[in-house]
T-cell receptor
Framework: DAGVIQSPRHEVTEMGQEVTLRCKPI?????LFWYRQTMMRGLELLIY????????DSGMPEDRFSAKMPNASFSTLKIQPSEPRDSAVYFC????????????FGAGTRLSVL | AQSVTQLGSHVSVSEGALVLLRCNYS??????LFWYVQYPNQGLQLLLK??????LVKGINGFEAEFKKSETSFHLTKPSAHMSDAAEYFC????????????FGTGTRLLVSP
């Protein structure tokens, strides 16, 4: 069982650059979540997909952030342009069936925007 | 809106001592309650959950938590701490409807000394 796979594990970029974070959920899971973790704000839900469709994106901070899920086995979170305040650990999580609050997390991507 | 409050950002115990991590919730409906654990450089993983039924819930690695409605609490305990328990612990709440959004507390870092 491979678990949720995120790439890259670490990303360092300069302000203004585009950043793309990737996630492969657990096979068969039909819900996918993107979270951001910072010291100041803790763990925040950014967006939730169900069956590849975005259901709730109220946590996406601004238009610079976008997320896609083109198929059941892949999702991306893009930041364009990136800013230093976007520096955080970004987690992807997936869940199965109706138990959407039983989530399996990836190891995260640590993003540093200089 | 649902929320959880974790008392103490850091808790230090000696190996073999009792572990007690505190969590209080706020919810207008009977909540679902969770404890997730995050080991260094890893994603969160589910430790235990309360949905309905028995108020004392047992989880992995010898942890348990008791749902006390009268105190709006869901404290996490372990009789005897082990060095491998050193991690960050998150209490979370969700409701029964919609996509059962998880709302996380700010986390408590458990330090275990020999």
């Amino acid at each position: 069982d491979a678990g949720v796979i995120q790439s890259p594990r670490h990303e360092v970029t300069e302000m203004g650059q585009e950043v793309t974070l990737r996630c492969k959920p657990i096979s068969g899971h039909n819900s996918l979540f993107w979270y951001r973790q910072t010291m100041m704000r803790g763990l925040e839900l950014l967006i939730y997909f169900n069956n590849n469709v975005p259901i709730d994106d109220s946590g996406m901070p601004e238009d610079r952030f976008s997320a896609k899920m083109p198929n059941a086995s892949f999702s991306t979170l893009k930041i364009q342009p990136s800013e230093p305040r976007d520096s955080a650990v970004y987690f992807c999580a997936s869940s199965l069936g109706e138990a959407k609050n039983i989530q399996y997390f990836g190891a995260g991507t640590r993003l540093s925007v200089l | 809106a649902q929320s959880v409050t974790q008392l103490g950002s850091h808790v230090s115990v000696s190996e073999g001592a009792l572990v007690l991590l505190r969590c209080n919730y706020s919810s207008s409906v009977p909540p679902y309650l969770f404890w997730y654990v995050q080991y260094p450089n890893q994603g969160l993983q589910l430790l235990l959950k309360y949905t309905t039924g028995a108020t004392l819930v047992k989880g992995i690695n010898g942890f348990e938590a008791e749902f006390k409605k009268s105190e709006t609490s869901f404290h996490l305990t372990k009789p005897s701490a082990h060095m491998s328990d050193a991690a960050e612990y998150f209490c979370a709440v969700s409701d029964h409807t919609g996509f059962q959004k998880l709302v996380f507390g700010t986390g408590t870092r458990l330090l275990v000394s020999p």
